[in-house]
């Protein structure tokens, strides 16, 4: 009896997994980098002078939530990337609703360590597949507010494995990312 149950379980999953096609997902993202080097450090008033790739130099006020100025030493570099990215996925209609949400989130260095931190956000809009013109190859989304765009399938081919109903969840995150490397030995 639990070969037949095990045999009947596998064969629907088997066919649940063929008879549906995967839903569309995707992630775009751009990554600029930004790096500095330590010349001058005043720990009493706070102030660093970096100098860039460029061999321009700045003077940086520190602020106090920075708790770990006293690591950081001439001839460190400073690491400042931003990250800018957009993420949607295709998911069935009733697996979800329309909406909005949004994430924000702070790392900080740990004491002791050279300072560094994150800085990020994203909103999430979930929209629904309201047409789909395969002549055109494009795809007529509805958010939650009623409004409604047009855009172009980046693969057209996709377009075969959605339907009108279905839901878009497009996730618009960036982030600020600042490290202090410890100067290389040469």
Same mark, same amino acid.
């Given at each position: 009896?639990?070969?037949?149950?095990?045999?009947?379980?596998?064969?629907?999953?088997?066919?649940?997994?063929?008879? *549906?096609?995967?839903?569309?997902?995707?992630?775009?993202?751009? !990554?600029?980098?930004?790096?500095?080097?330590?010349? *001058?450090?005043? +720990?009493?008033?706070?102030?660093?002078?970096?100098?860039?790739?460029?061999?321009?130099?700045?003077?940086?006020?520190?602020?106090?939530?920075?708790?770990?100025? @006293?690591?950081?030493?001439?001839? @460190?570099? #400073?690491?400042?990337?931003?990250?800018?990215?957009?993420?949607?996925?295709?998911?069935?209609? %009733?697996? %979800?609703? $329309?909406?909005?949400?949004? @994430?924000? %989130?702070?790392?900080?260095?740990?004491?002791?360590?050279?300072?560094?931190?994150?800085?990020?956000?994203?909103?999430?809009?979930?929209?629904?597949?309201?047409?789909? @013109? $395969?002549?055109?190859?494009?795809?007529?989304?509805?958010?939650?507010?009623? +409004?409604?765009?047009?855009?172009?399938?980046?693969? $057209?081919?996709? #377009?075969?494995?959605?339907?009108?109903?279905?839901?878009?969840?497009?996730?618009?995150?960036?982030?600020?990312? !600042?490290?202090?490397?410890?100067?290389?030995?040469?």
């Amino acid at each position: 009896m639990r070969l037949q149950v095990f045999a009947a379980v596998t064969m629907l999953a088997l066919m649940a997994g063929c008879a *549906a096609p995967q839903k569309p997902a995707g992630k775009v993202e751009d !990554v600029t980098e930004a790096r500095a080097t330590v010349t *001058a450090v005043d +720990q009493a008033q706070r102030l660093v002078t970096l100098k860039d790739e460029n061999g321009d130099e700045m003077v940086v006020q520190v602020p106090e939530t920075v708790k770990s100025l @006293d690591q950081v030493k001439v001839g @460190d570099e #400073l690491v400042v990337s931003y990250t800018e990215a957009v993420a949607w996925q295709v998911k069935p209609a %009733g697996q %979800g609703a $329309p909406g909005v949400s949004a @994430d924000a %989130g702070v790392t900080t260095a740990k004491p002791g360590e050279k300072p560094g931190g994150t800085v990020g956000q994203s909103v999430t809009v979930t929209t629904t597949i309201t047409g789909i @013109d $395969p002549a055109a190859g494009t795809v007529t989304l509805t958010g939650p507010g009623g +409004q409604s765009r047009t855009i172009k399938a980046r693969d $057209p081919a996709n #377009l075969k494995k959605v339907q009108v109903g279905d839901l878009v969840d497009i996730t618009y995150s960036e982030a600020v990312a !600042v490290a202090v490397r410890p100067a290389s030995k040469k």
